[in-house]
């Protein structure tokens, strides 16, 4: 029977092969007492670190692997629990057993954590977390793989083009539909002009598999209310390529992003509390949402697989 250092070493070598085999350098720390493991950094193809660091608590032995649901659950201590949420690098969870070779992987965000007694809380990791190529994004990005932290992390990256699409009076989005192709939405013209047949101003990739508009702009554009302008159907584009011309503006969700942004990064008083404006329709629309996301993944569906972080398929 192995012993418990026997058990951790066999671990920590294990995942440290495994990192290196994606291509991440995997360096230990040599005391653990705040359950930080190692740290491991993506790296360029010549070798040289990209800056792109995640910290690991690891644990091993088949004692870890408590089933519950559809996956597993982990058990953590509240001391440990105030590191990792705090802590200036992404933490994640890796489970390893070393009889099956199975590794699971969790981020530790407060969202997703639960309250147990004593002090004690759980996270659930999902059985097909698994530490290997195919989920190598959400240690890129230093994200959880659940559709609110993807959702975060999208808007976060939509910031710039939301700043860009503020104060416009009028907006146009003409966007290409593939109709003979699986991956059928691709290129998106963004028109700033009361004329939907003007030059474009942006032109974005966007590729996405989806059997109606609507589901594309909940995937891509949800900071969006938009209205159908004009359907120009396939047989003006020798059968292969129809344009949905759309009238667009930001909704509650965009401007709420803008509102969030402006707090960020603005000076707060010595003397008074922080002030946002929350309005009506946005907090309806908060109180709608969960609803309405449920109601469209229920009536959609795609064939291509789709990029859970940038909600884009990666088809060729």
């Known amino acids: 029977m192995r012993s418990t250092d026997e058990t951790n070493r066999i671990g920590i070598s294990a995942v440290s092969l495994m990192f290196s085999k994606l291509r991440w350098a995997f360096r230990e720390q040599p005391t653990s007492d705040f359950g930080i493991d190692a740290h491991v950094e993506k790296l360029a193809d010549d070798g040289m670190g990209l800056g792109k660091l995640i910290a690991l608590q690891i644990k091993t032995g088949q004692s870890y692997f408590k089933k519950r649901g559809d996956g597993y659950v982990y058990y953590g201590e509240d001391r440990h629990r ?38 004690r809380w759980s996270i659930q990791i999902p059985e097909n977390q698994n530490l290997d190529a195919e989920n190598e994004i959400y240690f890129e990005k230093g994200i959880a793989a659940d559709e609110a932290s993807v959702r975060r992390y999208r808007l976060a990256l939509d910031l710039e083009l939301i700043k860009r699409f503020e104060g416009e009076e009028h907006i146009f989005l003409r966007v290409e539909d593939w109709v003979n192709k699986t991956l059928n939405y691709r290129t998106t013209q963004v028109i700033f002009n009361d004329d939907p047949d003007a030059g474009s101003d942006l032109q974005l990739n966007t590729w996405l598999p989806a059997h109606t508009i609507g589901r594309f702009m909940a995937v891509l554009f949800p900071w969006l209310d938009w209205s159908l302008h004009e359907h120009i159907g396939e047989e003006n584009g020798a059968y292969e390529v129809a344009v949905h011309v759309l009238e667009v503006e930001l909704n509650a969700i965009g401007k709420a992003v803008l509102s969030l942004e402006n707090y960020y990064v603005a000076d707060l008083p ?35 697989p789709i990029d859970p972080v940038s909600g884009v398929s990666h088809q060729p």
């Open 82 to 119: 105030r590191y990792w949420t705090t802590h200036s690098l992404p933490v994640f969870i890796i489970l390893h057993d070393p009889d099956s070779g199975l590794t699971l992987w969790q981020r530790v965000e407060e969202h997703l954590i639960e309250d147990q007694k004593n002090g």
């Open 270 to 304: 010595d003397d008074e509390p922080p002030q946002m404006e929350l309005d009506k329709e946005w907090l309806d629309y908060l109180a709608e949402m969960d609803e309405a996301d449920r109601l469209i993944l229920e009536s959609e569906d795609t064939t291509a």
